[in-house]
């Protein structure tokens, strides 16, 4: 028998235990790591003094080198068969153990860690995994690595307690669900283990989720009427009812993302010149994505004022739902998101006045990295959004603890070592209310000299300000005749594998590749024009690899590669089919094969996974490079 180990892949840079932790699924979009074709200039100046931020001295040193670790490179991780470990004393909670992880041999990425060593650490402790054939690993080169450390065996016999125990009052057989990328591939039983563990046996570490005891309205995507209407925190632009600066308005969350305290911007400012982006045209990425002027009209002109000023406190966005992207968590081929995903605010315009006063197709999502480090911390912070499952939804102790869930990532300083000082990893709009075709997603993002400046708008991005950022994963449709084929078929393996491990970059052979902007013309699939990012067999031979990198993009996600709605939350808080339960679609090009998706599943088992177990489990995770 051979020895070995278990736990989270540590980042081979500076990043964290959760590195392996991954998304099974996802709605709305995360980034990609930028790549690093050349360093960042110092920060353009805008046009005006009414536009400009001009720090200066300490500010603007602090602003413009800020890291902004969602940009890391991102290295390529094994996928796991299998960990076992053996106590080498009685249970305790930290028995002497020693660690056998197997990579699985079919997987064509896991050549790469044949004969090598991995570094994890599970907790405070790193353990160094070896097949090398030193340090007790018997035979180099046959992917079983072999590591001695401790486990906390008494936190294991709990968890086989709680398994037995929701067992005990199921009318059902207990199983957890298997995701490979977004598709739901099978589900699995579950079973309690013997809290006994002789020294010497051999215990199977298993990645365990149970989804039945996850509430997804309560811990997942949150819309009740008695939350998203709290008086004390939310305001409704259309009744004029709730607190004006309450912790879950958009003047509240605006204000906290300026920091004008550190960067000098005024909150009005700030949300002002993320407006003017759709007054006139942008270029980003050598892609021009045309104005939508009627934004002066529909949304400033009646938006009240102070002074001339737009006054946030009258905002006309209305909540319509708070999210958690624990499932985002760590450092992964697809997304830039926070060390314990994302947390995430969604808004709708209105327009009118009165009793005519209704939320519109522009909705707005916030998306902040949640800024923590440990698994400690991470688990801890995944307990809290599982605990609000037992809670009564919308009583005052509900709401009370989401708000301290959501002060964890909204609030200003969180994280010193990124714009601005905040969380904020990305916002995104998609709508066709200001113009009714097509429907259109953008992205912004604040900037710092981390960050390569060619993936914002010309004539370059401005320190302090959000600014018009390349859609992540996503080419422009100028490119699905040439450039996009020619990238599929160059990048087969990684876009296949399991999980994917391709990023969509900013150029590709002749030129530049990835928008400015996702567009949706329809939402119905036509053999000339499909919505969703496709080309013939003969063009692309790989048709697994077609699906992927379509489902993959934001408008692929929104424009049918699905058979879903351009929204998957809209304005009035509804859900499409892909939030709503399993998700059974022939392929959209072809026919077949049909595939089965169910993206809540998937997110509540993750989240009990990462509350109730060993942190050794997320090694199994496998990420999708998705950005939905």
């Not at 599970?122 to 995994?129: A, E, V």
């Not at 859900?575 to 169910?598: E, I, K, M, Y």
Request: proline share 8%; glycine share 6%.
């Amino acid at each position: 028998m051979k020895p070995v180990l278990s736990s989270l892949w540590m980042h081979s840079r500076r990043r964290l235990p959760f590195a392996l932790l991954a998304s099974s699924l996802a709605v709305g979009c995360g980034q990609p790591a930028e790549p690093s074709e050349a360093p960042a200039p110092s920060a353009p100046q805008a046009e005006s003094a009414a536009r400009a931020v001009e720090p200066s001295g300490n500010l603007e040193a602090a602003l413009n080198t800020a890291a902004n670790e969602e940009e890391d490179a991102i290295p390529e991780r094994p996928v796991v068969e299998s960990l076992f470990a053996i106590p080498q004393g009685p249970a305790s909670n930290a028995t002497a153990a020693v660690f056998e992880l197997k990579l699985d041999a079919k997987r064509e990425q896991n050549e790469q860690f044949r004969g090598k060593t991995l570094t994890m650490l599970d907790g405070t402790q790193q353990l160094l995994f070896r097949d090398d054939g030193q340090g007790g690993d018997e035979v180099a080169g046959d992917l079983l690595f072999v590591a001695t450390g401790t486990f906390d065996f008494v936190a294991l016999q709990a968890e086989q307690q709680r398994i037995a125990q929701a067992q005990s009052q199921s009318q059902e057989p207990l199983t957890t669900a298997v995701f490979e990328g977004r598709e739901l591939v099978r589900t699995v039983p579950v079973a309690a283990l013997s809290t006994q563990f002789p020294v010497g046996q051999r215990v199977p570490i298993r990645p365990i989720g149970l989804a039945t005891l996850v509430d997804p309205a309560r811990s997942l995507i949150i819309r009740a009427p008695s939350v998203v209407n709290d008086l004390g925190r939310t305001w409704d632009p259309c009744t004029n009812a709730g607190n004006p600066n309450g912790k879950w308005t958009f003047n509240y969350l605006m204000t906290e993302m300026a920091n004008q305290p550190f960067t000098g911007v005024a909150p009005s400012t700030f949300v002002r010149e993320w407006l003017r982006q759709w007054e006139a045209a942008k270029t980003v990425n050598g892609f021009t994505t045309p104005p939508r002027t009627s934004i002066v009209t529909k949304l400033i002109n009646p938006w009240p004022k102070v002074g001339g000023a737009l006054d946030l406190a009258k905002s006309p966005f209305k909540l319509v739902a708070i999210v958690n992207r624990l499932d985002l968590a760590g450092n992964n081929p697809a997304y830039g998101s926070g060390r314990a995903g994302e947390g995430r605010f969604i808004f709708a315009a209105t327009e009118g006045t009165g009793s005519a006063c209704h939320t519109v197709p522009f909705l707005v999502i916030l998306e902040y990295g949640v800024d923590k480090n440990d698994c400690v911390s991470i688990k801890t912070y995944a307990q809290q959004w599982q605990a609000l499952s037992s809670m009564t939804l919308g009583s005052a102790t509900y709401n009370a603890a989401l708000e301290n869930l959501t002060e964890q990532f909204a609030k200003r300083d969180l994280s010193p070592r990124k714009p601005n000082r905040s969380s904020i990893n990305q916002v995104r709009t998609n709508e066709n209310w200001l113009q009714t075709s097509p429907w259109e997603l953008r992205e912004f993002r604040l900037w710092n000299s981390s960050i390569n400046p060619a993936s914002f708008a010309a004539p370059g991005p401005v320190l302090g300000l959000l600014n018009s950022h390349t859609v992540a994963q996503t080419p422009d449709r100028a490119t699905k005749n040439t450039l996009f084929p020619s990238y599929v078929n160059a990048n087969v393996p990684p876009i296949v594998a399991v999980p994917p491990t391709y990023t969509v970059p900013l150029s590709w052979s002749t030129g530049p590749f990835r928008g400015g902007r996702a567009i949706v013309t329809s939402t119905f699939a036509s053999p000339s024009s499909p919505p969703f990012w496709s080309q013939p067999a003969a063009t692309i031979p790989n048709r697994q690899a077609r699906h992927v990198f379509s489902l993959n993009t934001c408008d692929g996600c929104h424009g049918d590669e699905i058979g879903t709605p351009f929204t998957h939350v809209n304005q009035a808080g509804g859900l499409s089919p892909f939030l709503s339960g399993v998700l059974t679609v022939p392929d959209r090009a072809d026919g077949a094969p049909t595939r089965t998706f169910n993206e809540v599943l998937g997110r509540q088992t993750f989240l009990d996974q990462v509350a109730n177990q060993s942190c050794l489990t997320l090694s199994f995770l496998s990420s999708s490079a998705a950005v939905h």
